[in-house]
């Protein structure tokens, strides 16, 4: 593919689909919301608003990181507090695809229609990517940012609409056009993370306690697995506990799954053979956590298995 024509085409195409309006855009920091977010800019400028939507869901000081990165390149962010509608709508939901329902409700219906109404904004540009499109419509995994193609009408249910420049790519096309775009190696080569965040990353209900404890495994995960070249790996907390000893008495303590894989395009993917001395420094730093006494390593390939739990 011609990915410079590829750029040209999608914001001409941008230009002329929002013409006079305005038009919105979240940035998490991951390469398809990064690319879309330059592209709108160099499409309409300011009248594009990209905003970070702070859900309570996202790995430590990653707004603070984004919006560092996008000041440096002249782009001004707006952070959206909107923790307590995101805790609030997964309250007691341990059901994955009502967990991911309920995130897709509250990012389209509530945050981003109060964000929508107060801006005046038609248009909303979306980093949808092919492998989304296609998990959504063959029904292995409901991705949060798919709508049009399940017949949701966005513009009929949330009062703008929906406008996706990635939509004909996968992960690696995206990596090509955002180098030539001028992002960062820190966006370029970022791992994918979803956009759901991380309670994508837990099994069972979503708390503010149980977002600390995931949290705090990721960031041990990605710092330990940084230098392996793994085109992505996470960390999950199950709902299940197991029995263990901590200063000589019984716990029954959460259990983290770390999964590290290669792929490259998200449709297939298969797990990393990583060092035994690597695998034991991370479990002893995981099972470090308070509440935390079993570590696993997930040696599952996609197929059977996706790529995140949820």
């Given at each position: 593919?011609?990915?410079?024509?590829?750029?040209?085409?999608?914001?001409?195409?941008?230009?002329?689909?929002?013409?006079?309006?305005?038009?919105?855009?979240a940035?998490?920091?991951?390469?398809?919301?990064s690319?879309?977010?330059?592209?709108?800019h160099r499409?309409?400028?300011?009248?594009?608003?990209?905003?970070?939507i702070?859900?309570?869901l996202?790995?430590?000081?990653e707004?603070?990181?984004?919006?560092?990165?996008f000041?440096?390149?002249?782009?001004?962010?707006?952070?959206?507090?909107?923790?307590?509608e995101f805790l609030?709508?997964?309250?007691?939901?341990?059901?994955?695809?009502?967990?991911?329902?309920?995130?897709?409700?509250?990012?389209?219906?509530?945050?981003?229609?109060?964000l929508?109404r107060e801006?005046?904004?038609k248009?909303?540009?979306?980093?949808?990517?092919?492998t989304?499109?296609?998990?959504?419509?063959?029904?292995?995994?409901?991705?949060?940012?798919?709508?049009?193609q399940?017949g949701?009408?966005?513009?009929?249910e949330y009062?703008?609409?929906?406008?996706?420049?990635?939509?004909?790519?996968?992960?690696?096309?995206?990596?090509?056009?955002?180098?030539?775009?001028?992002?960062?190696?820190e966006?370029?080569q970022?791992?994918?993370?979803?956009?759901?965040?991380?309670?994508?990353?837990?099994?069972?209900?979503?708390?503010?306690?149980?977002?600390?404890?995931v949290?705090?495994?990721t960031?041990?995960?990605?710092?330990e697995?940084s230098?392996?070249?793994?085109?992505?790996y996470?960390?999950i907390?199950?709902?299940?506990r197991a029995?263990?000893?901590?200063?000589?008495?019984?716990?029954?303590?959460?259990?983290?799954?770390?999964?590290?894989?290669?792929?490259v395009?998200?449709?297939?993917?298969?797990?990393?053979?990583?060092?035994?001395d690597?695998?034991?420094?991370?479990?002893e730093?995981?099972?470090?956590?308070k509440?935390?006494?079993?570590?696993?390593?997930?040696?599952?390939p996609?197929?059977?298995a996706?790529?995140?739990?949820?």
């Amino acid at each position: 593919m011609d990915y410079k024509a590829f750029i040209d085409e999608q914001i001409a195409e941008i230009k002329e689909s929002v013409g006079n309006q305005i038009a919105m855009n979240a940035l998490s920091g991951g390469v398809d919301s990064s690319v879309v977010s330059v592209l709108g800019h160099r499409a309409i400028g300011n009248r594009l608003k990209t905003v970070f939507i702070e859900n309570g869901l996202m790995r430590q000081g990653e707004p603070q990181r984004v919006l560092k990165i996008f000041s440096d390149m002249g782009i001004p962010i707006q952070i959206i507090d909107a923790k307590r509608e995101f805790l609030g709508a997964l309250k007691g939901l341990t059901d994955p695809e009502e967990k991911r329902n309920a995130i897709t409700k509250t990012f389209y219906a509530t945050v981003f229609g109060r964000l929508v109404r107060e801006t005046g904004a038609k248009y909303l540009l979306h980093g949808t990517i092919l492998t989304d499109i296609e998990e959504t419509v063959a029904g292995i995994k409901r991705q949060h940012n798919i709508l049009a193609q399940i017949g949701i009408d966005p513009e009929k249910e949330y009062g703008y609409q929906v406008l996706e420049p990635l939509k004909t790519l996968r992960k690696d096309g995206v990596r090509e056009v955002a180098k030539l775009l001028g992002l960062p190696p820190e966006i370029t080569q970022r791992i994918p993370f979803p956009g759901p965040a991380l309670a994508t990353r837990i099994v069972g209900e979503v708390t503010e306690e149980r977002l600390a404890t995931v949290r705090a495994a990721t960031a041990i995960v990605e710092e330990e697995l940084s230098d392996t070249g793994a085109f992505q790996y996470m960390a999950i907390l199950l709902s299940d506990r197991a029995t263990g000893m901590v200063g000589g008495k019984r716990e029954f303590g959460q259990i983290i799954v770390v999964r590290c894989i290669h792929s490259v395009d998200a449709r297939t993917a298969t797990p990393v053979e990583l060092p035994w001395d690597k695998l034991k420094r991370i479990c002893e730093r995981i099972t470090a956590i308070k509440d935390v006494n079993r570590c696993l390593y997930d040696l599952t390939p996609k197929p059977p298995a996706t790529i995140e739990y949820i």
